[in-house]
């Protein structure tokens, strides 16, 4: 098993950045391949961005690509998002989730494990 924690949420202006950073327990952090979503307000919780285990892979949503960018380091347990040029639309609270795999997964209900969220506000 493995426990998620993220962090990094606030509040920022449309236009800033911002960097989430997601902190996994065990000793084999290297086994999952990680993913970042979003949930606004009474919507689906979305797929953001990908990364394999060895970090060799990536994947992004459209709304997204060429602004964020998802990251890890086996080392220190930890999986990131950079954030950059956000907008308004990017308001959610942002998830981090672990699957053990060989390819990278797009849909929350393949992944096994979940953190509690950190929320993300852009003000106009």
């Known amino acids: 098993q493995v426990q998620l924690v993220e962090s990094g949420g606030g509040l920022v202006q449309s236009g800033g950045s911002l960097r989430l950073s997601c902190a996994a327990s065990?000793?084999?952090?290297?086994?999952?391949?990680m993913g970042w979503f979003r949930q606004a307000p009474g919507q689906n919780r979305d797929f953001v961005a990908a990364?394999?285990?060895?970090?060799?892979?990536?994947d992004y949503a459209d709304s997204v690509k060429g602004r964020f960018t998802i990251s890890r380091d086996n080392a220190k347990n930890t999986v990131y998002l950079q954030m950059i040029s956000l907008k308004p639309e990017d308001t959610a609270v942002y998830y981090c989730a672990a699957l053990i795999g060989l390819y990278l997964h797009r849909s929350p209900k393949d992944y096994d494990y979940w953190g509690q969220g950190t929320q993300v506000t852009v003000s106009s």
């Open positions: 990364i394999t285990g060895g970090g060799g892979a990536t």
């Open positions: 065990g000793r084999t952090f290297s086994r999952y391949n």
